[in-house]
């Protein structure tokens, strides 16, 4: 069964013909072609399909695109400021937060929507608001300095 | 070597950019037109003879566009997952450790709950898994054997045509162990046991593959030996290496798990037949359940000390699971067996281990490659020597530690080594005295102080052809330049060493160099991403290749300065002679004058490097295996629960000697992704089998540690400046894990005096010995 969604997709309203049972992973890497956005597991264990869901982190594995009418919807792929890096990717870049990078799109966007709610975080907040998304490679501390480097380049831009 | 420029300073990635926007593709991005999708039967029996394959009613199911099975494979499809090759390019089985085991589909019998049967390629996933259950398959139910202790008993279900289910086998004898323990003061004997550990990747693996008019196969896919997979792959598909072309895509981690499976011959023969572009991606149920992780062991160790410490006698029985089939078992078999003991000065040894095939999934390489387990054993064991020594264990290890410009046992020549030193600087940063002599009493929750000592190899020959690294640098028009290399970016950030190294040696920046991804048709042969082999011979041929291309370049330079080539420099983008920086022209000039001026041509310039080492002699089992070998400690400090069992890792202190840190951001960063893999490997991670059923195939129950986890890690790189490394360099991705699970069991026993002899050391074993502890107390 087709239905037709209005969605607002990294800032673009778009019209979408999908079959219901579609799961926002799939639609956003099969139907949209954007693959930033990563399978690690499809059960919602990881959070490397982690995208943004009316300003809230979601597991996309997990959510049908039926249920999805009027939803804004942004991904990795929409994390840019314009045409200029995010803090948390340039940190991220700088400090050696991604080494295969395969959970690093979950991890920027549940990044960037900790430093939405919490512009300073502590260290423990940013281990607890990124425990869901699991990293095979870095052992996670250049995540936890990366996150904590965005967030101090933020605070530093508000000001300023 | 104090000027080095790019060398030794921290570097970001030169992929990040890519990592970070989304724009990376990963295997299972790729998509073609006409794309179809492939799955795969699995046997649902751990043992059972495969009578018959029905796929007719598949094959009638619309959108089904190909259904292959054993049928459809070439003859002699028999393989082992790696080669081992010989001068000529043969494979090497008879002097190598090495089993030839295995068939693209099983044949006849199904030999583990996993075991591929038959795949089918559709137009969507839907369809294809529709396809898989039309599918009859008639099974005759065998006995099955999980245990591999019982397998090697008389009358056990064999599972293969060979003896007691054993794969293979080393025996070792070194010096006198009966002489040796006669000497010893004390002598402790003790079995450890360890689990099946899944590499986790977080990107699955995937291939697609795509036929072109001609018959020419191209996969996308990911890989740790490329060219290795080619000609695995032209074997078993029955085409000559030139109709197959692979392409590495990113890799979403790989840890010895993604060197070549079944997945990638499949995918081909899906395209050969569907004649259109397949993609095959394993779920992450199939990446467990399926893919080679950790063997399980069981170690029998017994070894004897002299009043003094000195390390008089070890013996050592080892049983590996190889599970179904043999994978590179052998040589995994072949770690555990020796390599521990070149970390101290053994001259007594005796060792007699097996590897043995049982029902279950087969295991597989993974960072450590069989040291860790064995590690685990001899570091455990070296704690409880030296309280019956009475002796601080890092006066033990201390003691007993290797030295540079040793030979051991084994015939290991040790031309760089640091490991007192990295004792000594772990001891001290972790405040070792002053937490050992801690009363423990006083606190509800125990706190304990651990050490665990390693040595690794930066490559291992097992042998005799070659062993080593290609790369080729170019130069362009407008002085970009290009590096191609045959090893393998996994994430670990080989383009990254490589592209400072071509920078260093051209005075050039790394933001000049293009490094591309991996294509056979193009890229240098190279053996890839294991044995902690990439920095160290993919380094030194890269260098080489480097300074070929400065020699070219200096003969355009020398031209325009009228100056002797070899009296030439090449530095912060500018190339003058020796002593004249005055007289400078830009790289970027001379680039262009190269590729431009009438008679000029483009510069390629080239790297080869094969290691001095030499394979085991295959009776005597001496031989120097590496050119290199890695050394470190690590202190874990923990906090137990004695309540719960809970442990609380509290901080690690890991000292490794490097050789040379080339990018030392990025040595940092394995050698924290590996401490936490290590803890994993200590405390949680542990794939359960039930009747040869793996029992948590996904991360809600198979649990890797989370940020939650993590704790404090202060991280030392102690540079020996390896004598035949590139600047130094060593190997550094897997050695950061061998120590880790022993350090924390150490630490653990210090907290609470229970020893967990078994991996991984959980609250319910750790309230088990507590419990059997108060009970031996009351009973006294
Ligand atoms: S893929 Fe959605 S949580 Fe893992
Ligand atoms: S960088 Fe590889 S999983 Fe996080």
Same mark, same amino acid.
């Given at each position: 069964?087709?239905?037709?969604?209005?969605?607002?997709?990294?800032?673009?309203?778009?019209?979408?013909?999908?079959?219901a049972?579609?799961?926002?992973?799939?639609?956003?890497?099969?139907?949209?072609?954007?693959?930033?956005?990563?399978?690690?597991?499809?059960?919602?264990?990881?959070?490397a399909?982690?995208?943004?869901?009316?300003?809230?982190?979601?597991?996309?594995?997990?959510?049908?695109?039926?249920?999805?009418?009027?939803?804004?919807?942004?991904?990795?792929?929409?994390?840019?400021?314009?045409?200029?890096?995010?803090?948390?990717?340039?940190?991220?870049?700088?400090?050696?937060?991604?080494?295969?990078?395969?959970?690093?799109?979950?991890?920027?966007?549940?990044?960037?929507?900790?430093?939405?709610?919490?512009?300073?975080?502590?260290?423990?907040?940013?281990?607890?608001?990124?425990s869901?998304?699991?990293?095979?490679?870095?052992?996670?501390a250049?995540?936890?300095?990366?996150?904590q480097?965005?967030?101090?380049?933020l605070?530093?831009?508000?000001?300023g | 070597?104090?000027?080095?420029? !790019? !060398?030794?300073?921290?570097?970001?990635?030169?992929?990040?950019?890519d990592?970070?926007?989304?724009?990376?593709?990963?295997?299972?991005?790729?998509?073609?037109?006409?794309?179809?999708?492939?799955?795969?039967? +699995?046997?649902?029996?751990p043992?059972?003879?495969?009578?018959?394959?029905?796929?007719?009613?598949?094959?009638?199911?619309?959108?089904?566009?190909?259904?292959v099975?054993?049928?459809?494979?070439?003859?002699?499809?028999?393989?082992?997952?790696?080669?081992?090759f010989?001068?000529q390019?043969?494979?090497?089985?008879?002097?190598?450790?090495?089993?030839?085991? =295995?068939?693209?589909?099983? /044949?006849?019998?199904?030999?583990?709950?996993?075991?591929?049967?038959?795949?089918v390629?559709?137009?969507d996933?839907?369809?294809?898994?529709?396809?898989?259950?039309? %599918?009859?398959?008639?099974?005759?139910?065998?006995?099955p054997?999980?245990?591999?202790?019982?397998?090697?008993?008389?009358?056990?279900?064999?599972?293969?045509?060979?003896?007691?289910?054993?794969?293979?086998k080393?025996?070792?004898?070194?010096g006198?162990?009966?002489e040796?323990?006669?000497?010893?003061?004390?002598?402790?004997? /003790?079995?450890?046991?360890?689990?099946?550990?899944?590499?986790?990747?977080?990107?699955?693996?995937?291939?697609?593959?795509?036929?072109?008019?001609?018959?020419?196969?191209?996969?996308?896919?990911?890989?740790? @030996?490329?060219f290795?997979?080619? +000609?695995?792959?032209?074997d078993?598909?029955g085409?000559?290496?030139s109709?197959? +072309?692979?392409?590495?895509?990113?890799?979403?981690?790989?840890?010895?798990?993604?060197?070549?499976?079944?997945?990638q011959? %499949?995918?081909?023969?899906?395209?050969?037949?569907?004649?259109?572009?397949?993609r095959?991606?394993?779920?992450?149920?199939?990446?467990?359940?399926?893919?080679?992780?950790?063997h399980?062991?069981?170690?029998?160790?017994?070894?004897?000390?002299?009043?003094?410490?000195?390390?008089?006698?070890?013996?050592?029985?080892?049983?590996?699971?190889?599970?179904?089939?043999?994978?590179?078992?052998?040589?995994?078999?072949?770690?555990?067996?020796?390599?521990?003991?070149?970390?101290?000065?053994?001259?007594?040894?005796k060792?007699?281990?097996?590897?043995?095939?049982?029902?279950?999934?087969?295991?597989?390489?993974?960072r450590?490659?069989?040291?860790?387990?064995?590690?685990?054993?001899?570091?455990?064991?070296?704690?409880?020597?030296?309280?019956?020594?009475?002796?601080?264990?890092?006066?033990?290890?201390?003691?007993?530690?290797? +030295?540079?410009?040793?030979?051991?046992?084994?015939?290991?020549?040790?031309?760089?080594?640091?490991?007192?030193?990295?004792?000594?600087?772990?001891?001290?940063a972790?405040?070792?005295?002053?937490?050992?002599?801690?009363?423990?009493?006083?606190?509800?929750?125990p706190?304990?102080?651990?050490i665990?000592?390693?040595i690794?190899?930066?490559?291992?020959?097992?042998?005799?052809?070659?062993?080593?690294?290609?790369?080729?640098?170019?130069?362009?028009?407008?002085? =970009?330049?290009?590096?191609?290399?045959?090893?393998?970016e996994?994430?670990?950030?080989?383009?990254?060493?490589?592209? =400072? %190294?071509?920078?260093?040696?051209?005075?050039?920046? !790394?933001?000049?160099?293009?490094?591309?991804?991996?294509?056979?048709?193009? @890229?240098?042969?190279?053996?890839?991403?294991?044995?902690?082999?990439?920095?160290?011979?993919?380094?030194?041929?890269?260098?080489l290749?480097?300074i *070929?291309?400065?020699?070219?370049?200096? /003969?355009?330079?020398a031209?325009?300065?009228?100056? *002797?080539?070899g009296d030439?420099?090449?530095?912060?983008?500018?190339i003058?002679?020796?002593?004249?920086?005055?007289?400078?022209?830009?790289?970027?000039?001379?680039?262009?004058?190269?590729?431009?001026?009438?008679?000029g041509?483009? %510069?390629?310039?080239r790297?080869?490097?094969?290691?001095?080492s030499?394979?085991?002699?295959?009776?005597?089992?001496?031989?120097?295996?590496? @050119?290199a070998?890695?050394?470190?400690?690590?202190?874990?400090e923990?906090?137990?629960?004695?309540?719960?069992?809970?442990?609380?890792?509290?901080?690690?202190t890991?000292?490794?000697?490097?050789?040379?840190a080339?990018n030392?951001?990025?040595?940092?960063? =394995?050698?924290?992704g590996?401490?936490?893999?290590?803890?994993?490997?200590?405390?949680? /991670?542990?794939?359960?089998?039930?009747?040869?059923?793996t029992?948590?195939?996904?991360?809600?129950n198979?649990?890797l540690?989370?940020?939650?986890?993590?704790?404090?890690?202060?991280?030392?790189?102690?540079e020996?400046?390896?004598?035949?490394?590139?600047?130094?360099?060593?190997?550094?991705?897997?050695?950061?894990?061998?120590?880790?699970?022993?350090?924390?069991?150490?630490?653990?026993?210090?907290?609470?005096?229970?020893?967990?002899?078994?991996?991984?050391?959980?609250?319910?074993?750790?309230?088990?010995?507590?419990?059997?502890?108060?009970?031996?107390?009351r009973?006294?």
């Open positions: 069964m087709k239905k037709t969604i209005h969605v607002t997709l990294n800032g673009r309203p778009t019209n979408l013909e999908v079959p049972h579609r799961l926002l992973l799939d639609l956003l890497r099969d139907e949209i072609g954007l693959t930033g956005t990563k399978e690690g597991c499809g059960t919602g264990d990881c959070g399909c982690t995208v943004l869901l009316d300003g809230k982190p979601v597991n996309s594995c997990l959510i049908f695109s039926g249920e999805l009418d009027g939803a804004d919807i942004v991904t990795i792929e929409g994390l840019k400021i314009g045409p200029e890096l995010h803090p948390v990717q340039k940190a991220f870049i700088q400090d050696g937060g991604a080494q295969c990078g395969y959970c690093t799109p979950g991890m920027l966007m549940m990044a960037k929507s900790l430093l939405d709610e919490n512009p300073d975080p502590s260290d423990e907040e940013i281990r607890f608001a990124l869901g998304n699991l990293c095979r490679c870095t052992g996670y250049k995540i936890v300095q990366a996150v480097d965005a967030a101090a380049e605070r530093a831009k508000r000001a | 070597m104090a000027d080095l420029r !790019v !060398v030794g300073h921290s570097h970001p990635r030169v992929d990040g950019l990592k970070v926007t989304g724009t990376a593709r990963f295997s299972p991005d790729i998509k073609l037109p006409r794309m179809i999708v492939g799955k795969i039967l +699995r046997s649902p029996h043992h059972a003879k495969v009578f018959h394959v029905d796929t007719s009613r598949a094959a009638r199911l619309p959108g089904v566009k190909a259904i099975t054993a049928a459809d494979t070439p003859d002699g499809n028999r393989r082992s997952s790696t080669y081992q010989d001068d390019g043969e494979r090497a089985a008879s002097s190598t450790p090495m089993v030839m085991d =295995q068939t693209v589909f099983c /044949e006849g019998v199904a030999r583990f709950v996993g075991d591929e049967v038959a795949a390629a559709a137009i996933e839907e369809t294809a898994l529709e396809a898989l259950s039309l %599918i009859k398959v008639d099974y005759d139910l065998l006995p054997v999980f245990n591999p202790l019982k397998a090697m008993e008389p009358g056990a279900p064999l599972l293969h045509d060979v003896e007691r289910n054993i794969a293979y080393f025996v070792i004898r070194r006198d162990v009966e040796g323990f006669a000497q010893a003061h004390v002598i402790h004997e /003790e079995i450890y046991t360890t689990q099946l550990q899944h590499q986790a990747y977080l990107g699955p693996t995937a291939c697609v593959a795509d036929v072109d008019g001609a018959g020419r196969i191209s996969l996308w896919t990911e890989l740790q @030996s490329p290795r997979a080619r +000609r695995l792959l032209s078993m598909l085409l000559p290496a109709k197959v +072309r692979i392409f590495q895509t990113h890799v979403g981690g790989g840890f010895g798990g993604k060197h070549f499976k079944r997945v011959p %499949i995918c081909a023969l899906l395209a050969l037949k569907a004649r259109r572009p397949v095959l991606c394993l779920t992450r149920e199939e990446e467990f359940i399926a893919s080679p992780p950790r399980a062991t069981h170690i029998r160790l017994k070894m004897g000390a002299s009043r003094d410490g000195a390390l008089v006698a070890k013996e050592t029985y080892i049983v590996l699971n190889s599970g179904a089939y043999g994978e590179v078992g052998p040589i995994i078999l072949d770690t555990m067996t020796k390599r521990v003991d070149s970390l101290y000065r053994f001259a007594n040894i060792t007699d281990s097996f590897l043995v095939y049982t029902n279950t999934v087969p295991g597989g390489a993974f450590g490659f069989g040291n860790p387990p064995m590690d685990f054993a001899l570091e455990s064991h070296m704690d409880t020597l030296a309280e019956k020594l009475a002796m601080d264990p890092v006066e033990l290890r201390l003691k007993n530690a290797r +030295r540079v410009g040793e030979v051991s046992a084994h015939g290991w020549e040790v031309k760089s080594c640091a490991l007192t030193e990295c004792i000594e600087k772990a001891a001290e972790s405040r070792w005295k002053e937490k050992r002599a801690r009363a423990k009493s006083s606190r509800s929750k706190r304990g102080i651990g665990g000592c390693m690794h190899v930066s490559g291992c020959r097992y042998y005799p052809g070659f062993y080593g690294s290609n790369a080729v640098v170019t130069i362009g028009d407008n002085g =970009q330049v290009y590096l191609l290399s045959g090893e393998s996994l994430g670990q950030g080989c383009k990254t060493v490589m592209a =400072q %190294i071509v920078a260093e040696e051209l005075g050039i920046r !790394v933001a000049d160099i293009v490094v591309p991804d991996l294509d056979t048709d193009f @890229s240098p042969h190279s053996l890839g991403a294991y044995a902690d082999r990439t920095t160290h011979i993919g380094g030194n041929a890269t260098r290749a480097a *070929d291309a400065k020699q070219q370049l200096f /003969e355009f330079a031209e325009m300065l009228e100056a *002797d080539p030439l420099v090449a530095q912060d983008g500018r003058f002679p020796k002593g004249s920086p005055q007289r400078a022209v830009t790289f970027l000039e001379v680039a262009r004058r190269s590729w431009f001026r009438a008679g041509k483009e %510069i390629v310039g790297g080869s490097w094969d290691p001095p030499v394979p085991p002699d295959p009776e005597s089992q001496y031989g120097n295996v590496s @050119s070998y890695t050394f470190g400690a690590q202190v874990a923990v906090e137990v629960d004695p309540k719960t069992g809970k442990v609380t890792i509290l901080n690690f890991a000292a490794h000697d490097v050789g040379k080339i030392p951001m990025a040595v940092e960063g =394995q050698l924290e590996a401490l936490v893999q290590g803890a994993g490997y200590g405390l949680m /991670e542990d794939m359960v089998g039930v009747d040869g059923r029992y948590n195939p996904n991360f809600l198979y649990r540690p989370t940020m939650l986890d993590i704790a404090p890690m202060k991280i030392m790189m102690v020996s400046n390896d004598p035949v490394g590139p600047y130094g360099a060593k190997g550094v991705a897997e050695p950061a894990l061998v120590a880790t699970a022993p350090a924390l069991a150490n630490a653990v026993y210090h907290a609470i005096g229970v020893r967990i002899t078994s991996l991984p050391v959980t609250p319910q074993k750790i309230l088990a010995a507590l419990r059997a502890k108060e009970a031996k107390r009973s006294e």
